[in-house]
Structures are given as C-alpha cells and as structure tokens.
C-alpha cells in the first residue's frame, strides 16, 4: 500500500531574508536557527560562508529556493585581511600553521602581484573545501590525514585591490567576483606571488547578487535566545528580488506569450532591445512585458530561449515546454 501523504511540518513561506552572519557558525547552522524560528517548512541558503567569515548570507524560505542558483551565480564582494607569514592548513585563522616565512612585503610588491589575479584565472580550492573527490568531500579526507590534491578550476576575479596596510604583517583587500572564487585561495596565492606565506585572518562579504550588507539583519535579532519572539514573516523579501541585477530585456505581451509556450525568438528581432550588460553567449535576461517580470531567458546561438517562468501569480517558477513544443503540452514545474 502507498504510504499516506504526509503533511508538511511548519508554515509555508516564500521569500528572502537577508542575514548578517557572525563569526564561529556555519552557514547551515544558520539555515537550521531560522528554519526554527520562522517555524518555516522549507528553508535553504544563497552561497555558503565559511564560519569563520562573517556578513552577507541569504536565506531562501519556500519558492525563493528556485531561485538559489541564480543568487550563487552573482557578483560577489568581499574584504579580507592577509596575515604574511603563517601559512595554514586550513587557509584560514581557524587551521595550524603549515609553513612560516619572514618576508614582508611592501605595497608597491603586493599591488605588482595582484594583475595576475584578475580576470578569468586558473584557482587550486582550499583542502579544506566541500568539493568531492573520488566521491568523498575533500574536507574529510583533508581531516583524516590523506593527502588531497584538487586540480585548478576556472575562476572569474573582477576586481582584486589592496585597500590598506595596518601593519608589515597584515594587508586588507577588497575582491569582487562571480560564482565559485575562494577567498582562501587568492589569500594563499597573492602571499606565495610575494614570496611570503600567509593565511585570512578575517573574511567579511559584503554583497551577493542584489543583497546588500546594508540590507542584512544580524542573526542574533531573528534567532536569539527562547525569550525572544519569533520573527515577523513581513521581513522576507519577495521571492523575485533574487533576479534584480540580472539584465532585464524588454518584451510585448506577445513575444512574452512566446516564450511561455516555449518558443524561441531571434535575436533580430529584438535589436535595439538587448540590454548593453547581457552576455549573448549564454547570459541570462529577465523577460519583462508591461514593467512586469514574466521569467527568465538565455541568450543563446543568435536566440532568446526560455528557461524559467513565473507561475500563477507570479510568485513561483514553473518550467516552460520544451523549445518547439505545442502551446498546450502540460508540463509540472
């Protein structure tokens, strides 16, 4: 016999919370705090931080978690302090000392090295990362003593400045990036291109896609201690401010019907229309009609494509049919 539906635990919530993460918890702790204190039934995160760092973590409740990968594949923007000197295993404050070195270097050094860090780089992850090798998350093996070798991944580093010198010992950057750039490893790396070692010592982030650090709430005023009284729903943002800093491409209601039906457009048909800062070799858009956000679409081979529609109400994602499709072929997003 089938097993009865079960109903789900909690209350049903959509939208965006805008956490500022403190130091010392994780990101999926933070997830679990919340998920508790909203009483929420489905809660996930826009991008993890380590626990050490603090700052930007967003916090996806219900339909926004449709969302999630268009978030984690923002501009990112970062500060971090580098210790010279005490290289970790960890790359970080919170790993021991692997390796140490007296050089210092100067800013003049330290700005010489940072060209080769900007643009599309090749990047070996932390050993301590949560990527899987042979199956397993390097972090474990990292934990149990085996010897973990990652190879270089691409990465995309838009900016890369040295912003101050407190002291010889320690330098703070600002970085912004997009999807996938270890902080660690830029730390570790500008400190080897120096000829020194080094380690984060502090790791703040200050921007995910359209969430802003002076957007974000501290933790401990949404899930403080039993005293406390549970957070107001009405601080979520609405599910679709996840899709703000994506290119908006302006449509008719026709062109817009079009790609519901999931048909495809010329992009020569829209010239004119496409927005100076979309990629045409596979960027998203997000296909506007009547100022009104109908889904999002990817350039793509001289084409608008489909990829993700807003359902009823527009307040969840549905998928489109499939390219060439008849309009009424049903589909369950």
Do not use: C
Not at 88 to 102: E, M, P, Q, V
Not at 321 to 332: F, I, L, R
Request: charged share 25%.
């Amino acid at each position: 016999m089938p097993r009865p539906h079960r109903k789900p635990r909690g209350i049903a919530l959509d939208g965006w919370l805008i956490v500022d993460k403190p130091s010392g918890v994780g990101s999926t702790d933070v997830v679990n705090k919340l998920k508790r204190a909203f009483n929420a039934q489905k809660v996930g995160h826009g991008g993890t931080l380590d626990p050490l760092a603090t700052g930007v973590l967003p916090i996806a409740f219900g339909a926004a978690t449709k969302t999630v990968p268009y978030v984690m594949d923002g501009t990112k923007t970062y500060r971090f302090t580098l210790r010279f000197g005490d290289e970790r295993d960890t790359d970080d404050a919170d790993g021991k000392t692997i390796a140490t070195s007296d050089k210092r270097p100067t800013d003049d050094e330290i700005r010489a090295a940072l060209p080769a860090f900007i643009g599309d780089i090749m990047q070996i992850p932390p050993i301590y990362s949560a990527i899987k090798v042979n199956g397993e998350r390097a972090y474990d093996m990292a934990r149990e003593g085996q010897l973990v070798e990652l190879a270089p991944r691409p990465a995309r580093v838009d900016r890369f400045e040295l912003e101050s010198r407190p002291d010889a010992d320690t330098a703070i950057f600002t970085v912004q990036s997009g999807k996938g750039v270890y902080m660690r490893s830029l730390a570790r790396d500008i400190a080897r291109a120096v000829g020194s070692v080094g380690h984060i010592a502090t790791l703040r982030r200050m921007r995910v896609g359209p969430f802003l650090e002076e957007a974000a709430i501290p933790l401990d005023k949404l899930a403080g201690t039993g005293d406390t009284p549970p957070p107001s729903p009405d601080l979520l943002l609405p599910v679709t401010t996840a899709l703000a800093d994506i290119p908006a491409l302006a449509l008719s209601d026709a062109e817009a019907a079009r790609l519901s039906f999931g048909q495809t457009i010329s992009l020569v048909e829209l010239m004119g229309r496409i927005p100076d800062d979309a990629n045409p070799e596979g960027g998203l858009v997000r296909a506007m009609a009547g100022g009104r956000l109908k889904g999002l679409a990817r350039l793509d081979a001289g084409l608008v494509k489909p990829e993700r529609w807003l359902g009823p109400g527009e307040t969840t994602f549905v998928a489109p049919p499939p390219v060439g499709a008849d309009s009424d072929t049903e589909q369950k997003g």
